[in-house]
């Protein structure tokens, strides 16, 4: 048990379609992440929660709205992607967005397809 | 901006052999901290070691090691007693002030039986 939970493992969608993903964690924790890991780039950060607030939203396209409706539960709405969005989506989570307490607990992610 | 730079795509290594991943990285912050995440084939992240930048000395987990040399602004891993349990991509990481994490770009790390 990771303690964070990621779902669904794997998803395929088309472009016009309308899906969620859904991160859950278990472990107390105040600040929650969404990561896009394409290969071989570096993992690219999001979007970060602490307490519910969004404090960190890094240039992402308007196709992508995250949702954290409590500290324990973290959404990221998905609609009319694009075929390079297709990747595997992380979540973290960590005790606090930044220094001692910002060490991460990953989930196993999602496997984002967009057809 | 601060960079997280893996020059190693791929390494390899003989079981119960020892191998090194490199990782440099560029900041001109002077308090921060530095990971050492690995992702097996699962998928999941698991921190392996971290430092923070204030300690002189290198931290140390198991078989697992760093090699922190802030001046030069590298952070290596070494792994000792190699296992195949070890196969995995190995990412370094950034963090210090704000909300952001840099990651490099990995490292795939074979352990050969």
């Known amino acids: 048990e990771t303690g964070v939970t990621q779902t669904p493992r794997h998803l395929v969608m088309g472009m016009t379609n309308k899906k969620s993903l859904k991160c859950e964690q278990h472990?107390?924790?105040?600040?929650m992440y969404w990561y896009k890991q394409s290969a071989k780039k570096p993992l690219e950060l999001m979007f970060v929660?602490?307490?519910?607030?969004?404090?960190e939203n890094n240039s992402v396209p308007s196709r992508f709205s995250p949702e954290c409706p409590n500290s324990s539960h973290l959404f990221l709405h998905l609609h009319t992607l694009q075929p390079e969005d297709s990747a595997l989506y992380l979540c973290?989570?960590?005790?606090?967005?930044?220094?001692?307490?910002?060490?991460?607990?990953f989930g196993s992610g999602t496997r984002l397809t967009v057809v | 901006a601060q960079t997280v730079t893996q020059s190693q795509p791929e390494m390899s290594v003989q079981e119960a052999e020892t191998v090194t991943l490199s990782c440099t990285y560029d900041?001109?912050?002077?308090?921060?901290?530095l990971f050492w995440y690995k992702q097996p084939p699962s998928r999941q992240m698991i921190l392996v070691i971290r430092?923070?930048?204030?300690?002189?000395q290198n931290a140390t987990e198991n078989r697992f090691s760093v090699n922190f040399q802030k001046a030069a602004k590298s952070f290596s891993l070494k792994i000792s007693d190699s296992q195949l349990g070890d196969t995995a991509m190995y990412f370094c990481?950034?963090?210090?002030?704000?909300?952001?994490?840099?990651f490099g770009t990995g490292t795939s790390l074979t352990v050969i039986p």
């Open positions: 973290a989570s960590s005790q606090g967005p930044s220094g001692a307490l910002s060490v991460h607990t």
């Open positions: 472990l107390g924790h105040n600040a």
């Open positions: 929660y602490s307490l519910e607030e969004r404090v």
């Open positions: 900041t001109s912050e002077n308090n921060y901290y």
């Open positions: 430092q923070e930048a204030y300690k002189q």
């Open positions: 990481a950034f963090h210090s002030t704000g909300n952001q994490f840099y």
